[in-house]
Each structure stands twice: as structure tokens, then as C-alpha cells.
């Protein structure tokens, strides 16, 4: 089992933004399937009122481009799947893995 990160990646105007969206620990196929979920139904903004979502897979299925169309403006987002690669002490992390 591998322990695994979902990140967001989002622009808004000349700034970028990655923010971590989920933790958890399983088999990669989980985790894909787990991504998948969160690109379908995770809401990227406080009082987005979705009309409309379109979730592109890119690659393998290991990141996933969203566009939400909104009442009044649409999100474009890209969610990742990051395995940890490395760590110096991950059992003191403030989310420890359970």
C-alpha cells in the first residue's frame, strides 16, 4: 500500500494555487478511483452553484482537468494524485495516516 495526496491546481488571474484536497493510504487503482470521485464532486469554491461540470481525464488517470460551469463564473481546475516518494518522519504529520 502507498500512501497517497490529492491536490488541486487552480488559476485566478495571474496567480496559482495548489491546495491539498485528501490523504489516505491504499493500492494505486484505489486511488485512482478515489481521484476520479473527488474531480466529479468535490466543490473547488465557497457558494459555487454548479449548472454544469465537464471532468477531462489526462494521462493515465492519475490527474483530471474540471471545468464548472457557475451561476456567475466558471472554475477551471486540475486535480492530482501524488504518491509519497519520500519523508523524514511521516508518523508526526499533524494528518497521521490511519
Not at 468535490?42 to 452553484?49: D, K, S, T, W, Y
Request: proline share 3%; aromatic share 12%; with cysteine.
Amino acid at each position: 500500500m502507498e500512501r497517497w495526496v490529492v491536490l488541486i491546481d487552480r488559476g485566478v488571474g495571474n496567480q496559482q494555487d495548489v491546495d491539498e484536497v485528501a490523504h489516505f493510504e491504499c493500492l494505486r487503482e484505489e486511488a485512482r478511483a478515489r481521484l476520479y470521485e473527488i474531480a466529479c464532486t468535490h466543490r473547488p469554491g465557497v457558494g459555487l452553484r454548479q449548472k454544469r461540470r465537464q471532468v477531462y481525464r489526462i494521462g493515465d488517470g492519475d490527474a483530471y482537468y474540471v471545468s464548472i460551469e457557475g451561476a456567475l463564473s466558471t472554475s477551471r481546475v486540475v486535480y492530482r494524485l501524488g504518491a509519497l516518494a519520500w519523508s523524514t518522519h511521516p508518523e508526526s504529520w499533524p494528518w497521521a495516516w490511519k
